[in-house]
């Protein structure tokens, strides 16, 4: 026996695999014709055929130096040269597929994996969330997509299994495992290890090889023994749907759903992320959702495959997009039961420069109710913070863009100082800041700053920037004055003396796009200064001008007060009036509206198409102003309007006239040329076009799975029940599962049994709907879920008569830290498990072991207290009873 296990180890050393009959009498040639009898010509095959006998090179020179063979030498002489020789690659004729080896993956269809192309992008630039997942195939480069075994593999017929020995005996051996499920060893026998779990196969081989080797079973053990899995059975899948790949492809054994979506090359761009479902053997048996893979890690759903799955891909349920101030813009597929906050969850959520007082949403009407007019496009705005508040998931639909607009790029507490400072730059505003403070702040003031001059910029109430001119010093003096105290979003100009030195200026404010500061030269005219600064040649300029009154402030040498000088603004134009402007003048052009009200409006609201704010027009009507707005709405009261009319007394009790006006359809209509009602409306008159009384807008829910007619329903009257509707649309189909129906209102499910609705006619459960409810009735699931404190959570397949302390049993019991059990049916009841009551498991139910609450920590000392306590008591009754025997 040691001369036979001297020769297989030569020979594996070598990767020779010389006959047996060879012996010690080898030679280069000898060994020549066995090498190319087993098909081994490359520097790569001889690796290979190391590492199958687990095997070094070290080992493999050290065994060929005992029968004169140099190990390199032989290398570089029969087959590195030969490599060199031929450089092409030979074609492959045969593959076998009978075996995998579990650290790579089976290329069954690796050459018909299309490559992966960048993710398809949509005309915006935004790109379909999670198909570039697929872009890095580890199927491509053969790559394995399985880690280390997991004990509770079963070994079966094909695996390939390394048995290792050494101590006093040494001993190696491969084999595959047959059909029959045995396991043949050389000089020991057979074993069967069909069904044995891989955590189990090292015990069940050491107690059978110790018949043979006794030394596995001595105390201390003298052989020592390593059973480990080289190869794996290959399992072969069907993918179907939208896959880039579809059909049958052979895979590891260990594959899951995921694996095999790899190793089909992904997903299209078309199908759908949320809902891959796996059939095995014609039924349903789970349902994977990417998007917790993608943006959570895991997948719950993520079963291990057997041979004969199939894996459908179905169909996008919608195509969602969402740009701007999101972490991760893109188009997103929602679940029917998910909304706007799902969607921002899943783009990674909102930056801190969202604005989300005002968010839009490009929608495309659907098809179903569509208006019948020339535009199929609508914008929704809505305020995410009220939405957060109220606790409401917008509701959204196929198509719709939805746009988060970034927050403006502006300082409500910002001050700013520039020039003569040692700091100049940007500062916090604080509540009666005044110039001194801010100076202050910037370092103070420079030794050549001019104290005769400080500008301060302020914008006025239209967004207009101005500025007003100080002494210095009499700021600095009077620094508490109401006039001077700082405003948010001022700016503080501060001069030195070379600034001014040689710099004379005049400058033009009021009604003006912005003021206008220009260098004064000789000869400047108050006509030439109007006239670069203000646009008085536009017409509506010239309406809202007041031209009748302009001032020019003229400063007077050794007062700060300025001299105010009126003019006529058209005198100036017509060139009947002009002066000649000295340094430091300012001009000042006033607007209309000191007197009266330029920009006039009226305000519609209610059944109207448009409602809004509109510019008031001159003899404007009810009817005029219905026009502008789109017309009324289909369920509008047409009659008549209420118009709300401005009317103070000045008593302070009356604000406002309401009257009833009629509306003239002839002229609405233009069949008349002219309102008989004779009634225009004044500015700031609102108007309200009421509905007719008990209209509202179509209440809408849903049915979706196994109804005979599933889809939308519109309801006949808001006391319209389930059972009423749900006979509107045919009933449900004969493969419905009625105990596993779900009811959602408003997002979240409503625990109702549908099955004691229809079957045991129990009225109780006919609820009465609400817009936006919906229906949902499954297929059986064939699965119940136990999870929580038990030792292992599984799906396990459902079985008619099987309690629910079976299926815990079934899932390795409860732990230590196992208390209470609940049973969660399909249609959402939820009930409790006790000593004496044990509730019928149904089809889909979810069988929860809670865990015991934590216990809280005794206080030292705080038993000896209470045994007292106890003691104190016990010793007082019995007091009272001896008093009281004594009595009688």
């Not at 029968?67 to 029969?78: A, P, T």
């Given at each position: ?279 095995r053997n014609n039924k349903f048996v789970s349902t994977i959702d990417l998007y917790d893979y993608l ?457 109702l049994s549908l099955d004691d609705l229809l079957n045991k006619q129990n009225e109780s459960f006919n ?38 302390r079976g299926y815990i049993k079934h899932a390795g019991g409860k732990t230590k830290n196992g208390q ?69």
């Open positions: 026996m040691r001369f036979n296990r001297t020769r297989i180890i030569i020979f594996y050393g070598l990767t020779l695999l010389a006959a047996p009959s060879l012996l010690y009498a080898q030679s280069e040639q000898q060994i020549k014709q066995e090498l190319e009898k087993r098909g081994i010509d490359t520097y790569e095959e001889v690796q290979a055929e190391l590492r199958k006998r687990g095997m070094s090179e070290a080992d493999a020179r050290r065994q060929a130096r005992l029968y004169g063979i140099n190990y390199d030498e032989y290398l570089n002489k029969y087959i590195l040269s030969k490599e060199s020789e031929n450089s092409q690659p030979e074609a492959i004729t045969t593959i076998q597929l009978d075996t995998v080896d579990y650290t790579t993956e089976i290329s069954d269809r690796s050459e018909q994996i299309i490559e992966q192309n960048p993710t398809e992008q949509k005309s915006d630039g935004l790109s379909y969330f999670g198909y570039d997942v697929f872009n890095s195939n580890p199927y491509a480069s053969q790559q394995g997509l399985v880690g280390n075994i997991d004990p509770g593999y079963i070994i079966g017929p094909g695996d390939e299994l390394r048995v290792y020995l050494w101590g006093e005996a040494e001993f190696q051996f491969e084999g595959k495992v047959d059909i029959n499920g045995n396991l043949f060893i050389p000089n020991v026998g057979q074993v069967f290890v069909s069904g044995t779990s891989y955590s189990n196969l090292h015990e069940r081989m050491k107690q059978y090889l110790s018949r043979f080797y006794s030394g596995l079973t001595k105390n201390p053990a003298a052989i020592f023994l390593d059973v480990s899995l080289t190869k794996l059975r290959p399992i072969r899948i069907v993918v179907m749907g939208e896959s880039k790949n579809p059909g049958s492809l052979l895979i590891n054994s260990f594959a899951t759903t995921l694996n095999s979506l790899y190793a089909s090359g992904g997903i299209k761009t078309s199908g759908s992320l949320r809902e891959i479902k796996v059939f943006i959570k890690g895991a997948v719950s759903e993520d079963l291990r495959l057997m041979s004969n799955d199939v894996i459908f891909i179905q169909s996008r349920l919608n195509s969602i997009s969402i740009q701007g101030e999101v972490n991760r813009e893109g188009i997103y597929e929602l679940k029917g039961n998910e909304g706007l906050i799902d969607l921002i969850g899943f783009a990674g959520g909102l930056k801190p420069t969202a604005h989300t007082k005002s968010v839009t949403i490009k929608r495309i009407r659907p098809v179903i109710g569509r208006p019948n007019t020339s535009f199929d496009r609508e914008i929704i705005t809505l305020d995410y913070n009220e939405l957060l508040v109220e606790g409401v998931n917008f509701t959204l639909q196929d198509g719709d863009q939805i746009v988060f607009n970034k927050v403006l790029d502006k300082y409500d507490n910002l001050v700013t100082v520039s020039g003569s400072v040692f700091r100049p730059g940007e500062y916090e505003y604080k509540e009666g800041m005044s110039v001194g403070d801010l100076l202050q702040l910037a370092g103070g003031l420079r030794p050549n700053t001019y104290f005769e001059k400080v500008d301060l910029f302020r914008r006025d109430r239209t967004g207009e920037l101005k500025f007003q001119s100080y002494n210095l010093t009499e700021v600095l003096e009077e620094s508490n004055r109401p006039d001077i105290l700082l405003q948010a979003d001022d700016s503080l100009k501060v001069y030195n003396d070379e600034e001014l030195k040689n710099l004379e200026t005049v400058s033009i404010e009021g009604f003006l796009s912005e003021p206008r500061t220009v260098l004064w030269r000789e000869n400047l005219t108050l006509y030439d200064l109007i006239f670069m600064s203000a646009n008085v040649e536009d017409l509506e300029y010239q309406n809202r001008i007041l031209t009748s009154r302009a001032d020019l402030l003229r400063f007077q040498a050794g007062k700060t007060e300025y001299q105010v000088v009126p003019f006529n603004l058209d005198n100036v134009l017509d060139k009947k009036f002009n002066a000649v402007l000295r340094p430091k003048d300012r001009v000042i052009l006033y607007s209309r509206d000191i007197n009266e009200v330029l920009d006039q409006y009226v305000t519609i609201r209610g059944a109207v198409k448009n409602g809004g704010r509109y510019t008031l027009t001159d003899s404007m009507t009810v009817e005029d102003l219905i026009l502008q707005a789109g017309g009324f709405v289909r369920t509008a009261f047409r009659d008549s309007v209420t118009v709300t009319r401005e009317n103070f007394d000045f008593s302070g009790n009356l604000i406002a006239n309401i009257k009833r006006v009629p509306t003239d359809m002839n002229y609405l209509l233009g069949q008349s040329s002219e309102s008989q009602n004779q009634y225009y409306l004044s500015h700031n008159d609102n108007i309200t076009v009421d509905l007719i009384p008990g209209s509202s807008e179509a209440r809408e829910i849903k049915l979706t799975g196994e109804v005979k007619f599933p889809g939308s329903y519109f309801l006949e009257s808001k006391n319209e029940t389930l059972k009423e509707v749900l006979t509107r649309a045919g009933g449900v189909s004969p493969n419905a599962y009625l105990p596993g129906a779900k009811f959602y209102r408003n997002g979240q499910q409503l625990a609820i009465t709907l609400q817009p936006n409810d919906s229906l949902y009735i499954p297929e059986a699931f064939y699965t119940v879920r136990v999870e929580g404190e038990v030792h292992n959570p599984s799906l396990q397949k459902y079985q008619p008569n099987q309690s629910v209470k059990i609940f049973v969660t049916n399909a249609n959402g009841f939820t009930q409790r498990v006790g000593w004496f009551r044990n509730p019928k498991v149904l089809d889909g139910s979810v069988i929860t072991v809670a865990a015991k609450p934590p216990k809280e920590p005794r206080e030292p000392g705080k038993f000896l207290e209470n045994f007292g306590t106890v003691a104190a008591i016990v010793s007082s009754t019995l007091t009272t009873i001896f008093l009281v025997q004594r009595l009688d």
